[in-house]
């Protein structure tokens, strides 16, 4: 229990800085895949220097649970050398699990009683690991949590993201404001099943996380553009290809339009709670 009182009293991760100038497009999880696997049938451009949500890293990653407010792990940041992160992690599962659940930073959304709670864990801390490319504390993690084919797996889906250079964002709370608004509009037409509300809601981040940078997706996400494009005249959606569409505000008149708009959910009804991760030092 030393470790985690080590943890505990740790810095608290500063914030992340990215730089959008470029006009680079966010890509969501089934394009990642389509790439992994070598699907040119559908997306064959590069995806190198794009940017993904956090989202899309946990969820391509597998360390985020479907449908649960858990992990298969807890991703934590540190700036520990890797010569004591070795006898650190001398430690069995459960105390790794009561480690990282405990350490690592939270995203909870509070919708109310409309849905049951939804917590997002390690979402900064996922962003700010493969965006510095310090990946030993999340492969020991991951090689206590998963069997050997899983781990390999995981370790290789791991490098893939980093050797494409892709810089992931999170989710903070003006991103789920922005979600909810884009909800609100959809939500008569946007088919939100009770059993898979969450991963919904996930879709509607990684949306959301692009339009509050002003940036497109491209996505594969049939249903939500169906509803988009029939419930939001401010937004631009295009064909990609036959399977993806690219979303994003038409101009910047209603971009910073529907940011105003953003204003009267910050306090209607949902509530947003960050609790940010401490640093291992």
């Known amino acids: 229990m030393e470790v ?3 943890i505990l009293k740790g810095k608290r991760m500063n914030k992340n800085i990215f730089d959008f100038t470029d006009n680079k497009e966010f890509i969501d999880t089934q394009i990642i895949s389509y790439k992994y696997k070598n699907n040119t049938e559908y997306y064959n451009q590069s995806i190198e220097g794009k940017m993904i949500s956090s989202i899309v890293a946990l969820e391509f990653l597998g ?3 479907p449908n649960e407010n858990k992990a298969k792990f807890y991703p934590i940041i540190t700036s520990i050398k890797h010569t004591f992160l070795s006898s650190l992690l001398v430690y069995d599962k459960a105390h790794v699990d009561m480690l990282g659940k405990s350490s690592t930073d939270r995203l909870i959304i509070d919708f109310n009683g409309e849905f049951d709670n939804i917590i997002v864990y ?3 801390a996922i ?4 965006n510095h490319k310090s990946i030993d504390v999340l492969l020991s993690f991951a090689k206590l949590s998963l069997n050997k084919e899983e781990f390999k797996s995981f370790r290789k889906r791991v490098n893939y ?3 494409n ?14 979600m909810k608004s884009i909800y609100e509009h959809i939500k008569k037409e946007y088919n939100v099943k009770e059993k898979n509300y969450r991963n919904s809601f996930m879709d509607l981040l990684i949306l959301a996380t692009a339009l509050e940078h002003g940036m497109e997706l491209l996505t594969c996400d049939k249903e939500l553009n169906k509803a988009l494009k029939k419930c939001c005249d401010f937004l631009r959606i295009d064909y990609y290809s036959d399977e993806i569409m690219r979303i994003g505000y038409k101009d910047d008149k209603e971009k910073n339009k529907h940011k105003n708009d953003n204003k009267g959910y910050i306090n209607n009804s949902w509530r947003i709670i960050v609790k940010k991760g401490a640093t291992l030092s």
Not at 165 to 178: A, E, G, Y
Request: glycine residues 0%; contains cysteine.
């Open 63 to 65: 360390i985020m649970k």
């Open 127 to 130: 962003s700010y690991i493969l």
């Open 4 to 6: 985690c009182k080590l």
């Open 161 to 163: 993201l980093i050797d």
């Open 122 to 124: 390690s979402n900064e």
């Open 165 to 178: 250079n892709l810089t992931v964002v999170p989710v903070n709370k003006d991103i789920v404001i922005r």
